[in-house]
T-cell receptor
Framework: DSGVTQTPKHLITATGQRVTLRCSPRSGDLSVYWYQQSLDQGLQFLIQ???????AKGNILERFSAQQFPDLHSELNLSSLELGDSALYFC????????????FGPGTRLTVL | AQSVTQLGSHVSVSEGALVLLRCNYS??????LFWYVQYPNQGLQLLLK??????LVKGINGFEAEFKKSETSFHLTKPSAHMSDAAEYFC????????????FGTGTRLLVSP
């Protein structure tokens, strides 16, 4: 158990819908990262937050957004969902923005029908 | 830009045999290198990491990896495979400092037969 929690574990929804994925980092970690794992794209970095502020962006679509709240939990919002958004979404956390060790949560499996 | 290449999407070994999973990286700055393991329906677990210092790093579950700058490689080895080692293994690279975006390889599925 990494100490990073993600909810829900599974999510099934329809095209065009909007969903929110939630992540609670390890106690004391200030930085949160979101990754997408799909069969065709592999594991890809989406976005990073540190202490409430966006710090780095990767291959994140404009339909996707994220935020980190004062209690340090983070949410990833996916809108206008398409079939291709079906994937496993991981959250990871680290002590600070420069820390080289990230701890991964169990992931949220999103299925878009 | 940084990238990782993992040779072989599947590797099969017999129980007790040597495990060798290959990883080559590309980085214009000194890299930090990682190996993660993913068991079915689970998240990623850190096996080991190289940051600076000793180039041979030991990780959990008997795995180790050697950073070879001249070969831009960070291959993962284990002397004797166990059935419980069957999983997917990911090599990842990030930069020495700054925002720690992990760039992952495509993964290698390790199959262990009795």
């Amino acid at each position: 158990d990494s100490g990073v929690t993600q909810t829900p574990k599974h999510l099934i929804t329809a095209t065009g819908q909007r969903v929110t994925l939630r992540c609670s980092p390890r106690s004391g970690d200030l930085s949160v990262y979101w990754y997408q794992q799909s069969l065709d794209q592999g594991l890809q970095f989406l976005i990073q937050y540190y202490n409430g502020e966006e710090r780095a962006k990767g291959n994140i679509l404009e339909r996707f957004s994220a935020q980190q709240f004062p209690d340090l939990h983070s949410e990833l919002n996916l809108s206008s969902l398409e079939l291709g958004d079906s994937a496993l979404y991981f959250c990871a956390s680290s002590v600070d923005e420069g820390s080289n060790e990230q701890f991964f949560g169990p992931g949220t499996r999103l299925t878009v029908l | 830009a940084q990238s990782v290449t993992q040779l072989g999407s599947h590797v099969s070994v017999s129980e007790g045999a040597l495990v060798l999973l290959r990883c080559n990286y590309s980085s214009s700055v000194p890299p930090y290198l990682f190996w993660y393991v993913q068991y079915p329906n689970q998240g990623l677990q850190l096996l080991l990491k190289y940051t600076t210092g000793a180039t041979l790093v030991k990780g959990i579950n008997g795995f180790e990896a050697e950073f070879k700058k001249s070969e831009t490689s960070f291959h993962l080895t284990k002397p004797s495979a166990h059935m419980s080692d069957a999983a997917e293994y990911f090599c990842a690279v990030t930069s020495l400092r700054g925002f720690q975006k992990l760039v992952f390889g495509t993964g290698t599925r390790l199959l262990v037969s009795p």
